[in-house]
């Protein structure tokens, strides 16, 4: 069953299928009182040809690659995609290997809180679909595009979040998909755009202007390897006033917040998608871990990326893209010991409907929202990140390293 039959929110995952799908445009997304977004149908338009329900991945879900694992593991060696990038670079890579010619890439971008999925037909662009967006894009017509796109005889690039890729591969059913690279992104469940709104509210009461961009993990703004700090990425914002203002990941409250699950999609914490039967060739995701089985990656703290082929398409187009990192093969067990959205979905928190409530409160401010859900970080936290961290480790590991490699050598 479906949310346009049962309207249980937890049964729609908001990739839209259902109404790039309708061929007399009777459904439309429109947003509930938590921030999310979900099919609403026009009975006087509708026709009742139930392609919305055939299109549907909770109806019909796609088949998954049974294709065996490729990981690996490293980063761009463009030092300035590195450091204008979330992770590794490993998408500008994937892209910098699949644009030729003929091409169409899209990705989600953003203007503002506003994200919303786009195409680009020159690589040169590429830049407004990188950095992650965290907040569920709107796809607008992209599926349609890319159905069009591809019956034109033109190779096609959609990047998105696993329900995402899932939907368009529903929306496509039989269509020649020979051309079409779909890459997927790690997803921890997506967020409410309240808080963000309430955040938004607040910057302007107290510095006079609205969040031109958001950027919710900055590295820095120098693009020297020393200058890059991945563990401790910021959420910067640009304010429309030309004010910036910067937090600490480690004491920022919106991911205190998110990260307890307190504000995610209902469908997100029952995801068939968490698991490591993918549907995208490609997932992308940070190389959680790095400093504990594959150090040699850490690069001087700049970033780095997990990429997993999950079929034989996606192995081959990464084979040409690897020619853009610095990196190796790694064991893909290990790898998913450090990514916990590659095995399962997030659990319940069941303080979640108070925290909600308080954020669909238009009297409840920002201030008290981040008092009363956001935890400070713990003592062990701050000595792990700040103390004895992954620099740290990787530091003894590279003399540890060294050492054997010159005894080897004696």
């Not at 971008?109 to 020159?122: N, P, Q, R, T, W």
């Not at 995402?164 to 929306?171: E, I, R, T, Y």
């Not at 107290?206 to 969040?211: D, L």
């Not at 999609?265 to 992308?284: G, H």
């Amino acid at each position: 069953m479906d949310y346009l039959r049962t309207k249980v929110k937890n049964e729609c995952f908001g990739c839209e299928a259902c109404v790039q799908a309708c061929p007399k445009k009777a459904l439309a997304m429109q947003e509930d009182s938590e921030g999310f977004r979900y099919p609403q149908v026009n009975e006087d338009l509708c026709i009742h040809c139930d392609l919305c329900h055939r299109v549907c991945p909770a109806n019909n879900m796609p088949e998954c690659s049974h294709d065996q694992k490729y990981a690996y593991g490293g980063y761009h060696k463009d030092i300035e995609i590195r450091r204008t990038s979330t992770s590794g670079g490993a998408f500008t890579a994937i892209a910098q290997a699949f644009c030729d010619e003929n091409y169409v890439v899209y990705g989600a971008a953003s203007e503002g809180l506003d994200v919303f999925h786009k195409g680009i037909v020159d690589i040169r662009d590429l830049q407004t679909l990188c950095k992650s967006k965290y907040s569920q894009s709107r796809i607008g017509d992209t599926f349609r595009d890319v159905k069009s796109c591809l019956k034109a005889g033109k190779k096609v690039l959609f990047a998105g979040t696993p329900c995402q890729v899932a939907g368009l591969k529903s929306f496509l059913q039989s269509a020649d998909i020979s051309n079409l690279l779909l890459v997927e992104v790690v997803c921890e469940g997506v967020p409410s755009p309240l808080y963000v709104r309430k955040l938004d509210d607040h910057v302007e009461r107290k510095y006079g202007a609205r969040i031109q961009t958001l950027d919710y993990r900055s590295k820095g703004f120098k693009s020297t390897p020393s200058s890059f700090k991945w563990d401790f990425q910021r959420m910067r914002l640009d304010l429309k006033n030309g004010k910036i203002l910067d937090k600490d990941r480690w004491f920022n409250p919106y991911w205190s917040i998110w990260l307890k699950h307190l504000m995610s999609r209902p469908s997100c914490y029952q995801c068939p998608f968490a698991n490591t039967e993918r549907q995208a060739d490609i997932t992308l995701g940070d190389l959680w871990g790095v400093h504990l089985y594959c150090p040699e990656l850490y690069g001087k703290n700049g970033g780095a990326s997990l990429i997993v082929c999950n079929t034989e398409k996606g192995r081959k187009f990464w084979a040409k893209a690897a020619e853009y990192f610095i990196g190796h093969e790694l064991d893909f067990n290990t790898a998913l010991k450090y990514q916990a959205p590659l095995r399962k979905h997030i659990d319940d928190n069941p303080d979640r409907e108070a925290c909600m409530r308080d954020l669909m409160d238009p009297e409840t401010k920002y201030t008290e929202i981040c008092r009363k859900w956001a935890s400070p970080p713990t003592a062990k936290l701050l000595f792990q990140k700040y103390i004895w961290g992954n620099r740290q480790k990787v530091f003894i590991w590279n003399l540890k390293h060294n050492d054997k490699e010159r005894n080897k050598n004696a």
